[in-house]
């Protein structure tokens, strides 16, 4: 029996081939540190013209209010929401989608209302999951200077990246590794995984804390009917360490790196940025004078 409600079902027309996509990535940037996976969104859906195209909006009850003007590069017609004519404004979550690549991309604008983590897994993550039923889940992340909740190699880092694939293969496996792999940090008291995710060698992370949203999430999904499907094939996670302050050129160099962890990921030729990069991100030029009351 379908669960689908009417206003779903005649969603079905705007999905590639139906909705089962045998071989689909669906790729999660996380609201963390200096914003740099949604800057990196930003860029990836920017600089593939035409292949990335609007969806849907995406349930936003547990983030913070958002809402903003469509994005575009200057001097460059938008396509992004060419199946969306009646759109005007951007919201704090939105799905796109790359037919070519069989790529979903969730950009998330605002960040989730603290302590309110496990509702927006439960109640929108997972169900957007399970509609789409990807084979792979591709987590970004990033990681401040001054992040006590993060175990980094600190003295020994080799890398400014983490990049980690879930150990379990199994539905069964995982409350044992939850409830086994858990190990205290002395360092900072941190309650600490260090087995649920293989951490590729130089990764700057140790491993992930109960205190990291990526521990929330993955603990969620692998307890999913997804995990339990034998198309899931793999949960991976990709963070890179940053200093807070102008973050442009980290998200470019994320961008840059992605295709060299996760295949999927497009080799961008040209890096294009939207024009919400200027000003807010301090591309502008500072106001240096004054007219009638006004900054100009």
Known sequence: MSHLTGAERSRDSWWPHGRQES????????????????????????????????????DGQWLHPFVGPL??????????????????????????????????????????VQ?????????????????????????????????????VHTETMESRFSVATCNVTSISDVAKEFAEGLQLDE??????????????????????????????????????????????AELSYVSIFIHEGDNNEDALLLCTELPTFVEVFPRLETLRTPISWKGVYGSRRIPDGYDEGLYI
């Open 187 to 232: 360092q900072n008291d941190l309650s600490v995984n260090s087995t649920l995710f293989s951490f590729r060698q130089g990764s700057f992370q140790r491993g992930i804390s109960t205190e990291q949203f990526i521990f929330k999430f993955s603990y969620h999904l692998l307890h999913s009917p997804l995990a339990r499907s034998a198309d899931f």
């Open 71 to 112: 994005d575009y590069v200057e001097g460059q017609e938008s396509l992004l929401y060419r199946d969306a004519p009646g759109k005007r404004v951007t919201t704090p979550l939105e799905l796109f989608y790359c037919e070519q690549r069989q790529l979903y991309l969730v950009q998330q604008r605002s960040p989730v």
């Open 23 to 58: 071989m689909a990535t669906l790729v999660l940037p996380l609201v963390s540190a200096g914003n740099v996976p949604q800057l990196c969104a930003d860029v990836l859906l920017h600089s593939t013209p035409g292949e990335f195209r609007f969806v849907r909006e995406l």
């Open 115 to 151: 302590g309110y983590e496990n509702e927006f897994c439960k109640e929108v993550l997972l169900p957007l999951l399970e509609e789409l039923a990807p084979q792979r889940v591709v987590v970004l992340d990033s990681v401040g200077e001054f992040e006590t909740e993060v175990p």
